[in-house]
């Protein structure tokens, strides 16, 4: 009856070793998830959603910590888009908008 048990513990820790190396792929594929969101809703929306989703996904409860996330983001997107002038891409979702919303979205976002 030994070698039952000893089957078990070696199939317990053959599913442990599994997740943490399955593990290693969760944050590559959140960045995936965020890469392929850009073009569909632009840098800015995808940006704030990406830290917010990241702030959860990393166990923080604070208000002050996703109001950062959401502050933070928003700088970057005004840092590389007026001062750097990065053409930043717009989403999809923009050509849903009236023409002048649409416009303004584009320009300034």
Do not use: T
Request: some cysteine; hydrophobic content about 55%; glycine content about 4%.
């Amino acid at each position: 009856m030994s070698w039952v048990n000893r089957d078990k513990d070696h199939l317990s820790l053959l599913k442990s070793e599994l997740l943490v190396w399955l593990s290693v792929l969760e944050y590559p594929l959140w960045f995936l998830a965020y890469v392929w969101a850009v073009p569909q809703l632009g840098y800015l929306l995808s940006s704030v959603l990406f830290a917010l989703l990241m702030c959860f996904r990393l166990g923080y409860k604070s208000r002050i910590i996703y109001l950062a996330a959401v502050v933070s983001s928003i700088a970057i997107v005004v840092i590389f888009k007026s001062f750097l002038e990065v053409k930043i891409p717009g989403g999809e979702i923009y050509r849903y908008f009236p023409d002048v919303v649409r416009n303004f979205l584009i320009i300034n976002l």
